[in-house]
């Protein structure tokens, strides 16, 4: 039976499944609907995990709230934005630029060979952020069709940026989630699962990031379990992210073991924690294993305590969306 929780910050409309307690105190009675009222009563509700009943579409109302409370964060973007008439290039094919825009309003046209591919109107939407994160030049043309507003900073710095002002790396690691998750589905990503580890102190060209392991290893958000423990099931939602620390885990989707993870710093269960969709797998340990928690309904938190964690969670989802855009290239050029 899926399990489905939640933080309490996001469980707006949703009715508990059973009585939750804080403190000696309830919070939560059993079949009780959750509030604002409620919340407001209740000590740190992002951390605060409820179990909540079934309902259809249960994903998509916890989405809607996540999106509520982000836009709060948003609006201190808004006030540090730079605005761009129609018309303008503000990034050109080939150029190995270092700048990175967040769409705050307007629209902007994706030319490749002088020939529109695609269109951006969605606000909080990345550009420019592949090139910097895989140290390549720009493949495309960005052009505004519209008076733009714009969110810019220097991508090498992207790390003191992030310290400054979380939110842009809390943004950035769902941008490059939900581009991966139009291109690839959840499923052929754990069964292609390449192990790439958060725990490598390579830097990525002109992006310089310390060693995280040591900061992982240390973080207070750990958890053990034993052997054939559950981490998540498949249709579960949850927003909870796990980095392996120790031991090794199963993948298993209707009830055929698809992978096998034992790397430690591997991330498991990201996508579905950043974009808050039910699992598409079960994870099972197969051994005594220790992980890293992060909560993907409260990115901007943990941002501010661990960037280079964070920091590593992109540049590792930028790797699987480059890879991925690569192999879909690829069969699309294919001679058959």
């Known amino acids: 039976m899926a399990s489905n929780h939640v933080p309490l910050k996001y469980a707006t409309g949703l009715r508990a499944l059973r009585e939750h307690r804080q403190l000696h105190n309830v919070i939560l009675k059993a079949g009780e609907v959750i509030t604002d009222a409620i919340i407001a009563k209740c000590k740190n509700p992002e951390k605060f995990i409820v179990v909540v009943r079934p309902q259809p579409k249960l994903h998509l109302i916890v989405q809607n709230n996540i999106k509520i409370y982000e836009r709060e964060d948003a609006k201190r973007l808004s006030r540090m934005s730079k605005n761009v008439d129609a018309n303008i290039e503000i ?26 591919i695609a269109v951006i109107e969605d606000s909080g939407t990345f550009i420019g952020e592949m090139a910097i994160l ?8 960005v052009r505004t069709i519209t008076n733009c ?10 790390l003191d940026q992030a310290k400054k002002q979380p939110i842009v790396l ?42 995280t392991t040591a900061e992982v290893k240390s973080s207070s958000n750990q958890k053990s379990l034993p052997a054939n423990s559950t ?8 927003l909870e992210m796990y980095i392996l620390l120790k031991g090794s885990v199963s993948v298993i989707i209707d009830k055929t073991k698809v992978a096998e993870i034992n790397t430690a710093g591997t991330l498991i269960g990201e996508m579905s924690g950043l974009l808050c969709q039910p699992r598409s797998a079960t994870v099972i340990t197969k051994e005594p294993s220790v992980f890293c928690v992060v909560d993907g309904g409260d990115l901007l938190k943990f941002g501010t305590q661990h960037p280079n964690i964070l920091m590593k969670m992109c540049l590792n989802l930028a790797k699987r969306l480059n890879d991925t855009n690569e192999k879909f290239l690829n069969l699309k050029n294919m001679d058959y």
């Not at 825009?101 to 529109?116: A, C, M, R, T």
């Not at 895989?134 to 043309?141: C, D, E, F, L, W």
């Open 91 to 116: 990034l050109k094919e080939g150029q190995t630029c270092n700048d990175i825009y967040i769409l705050l309003s307007g629209k902007v046209e994706i030319l490749k060979d002088n020939h529109q």
């Open 134 to 141: 895989t140290n390549k030049p720009r493949t495309a043309t």
């Open 149 to 158: 507003k714009f969110y810019t900073f220097q991508g090498n710095a992207i």
């Open 170 to 211: 809390a943004k950035l690691c769902k941008s490059l989630a939900q581009k991966l998750s139009s291109i690839n589905t959840e499923f052929t990503n754990l069964q292609n699962q390449t192990q790439d580890t958060i725990f490598n102190d390579k830097s990525n060209g002109n992006l310089q990031l310390p060693d």
């Open 231 to 238: 981490l998540f099931m498949q249709n579960d939602t949850s």
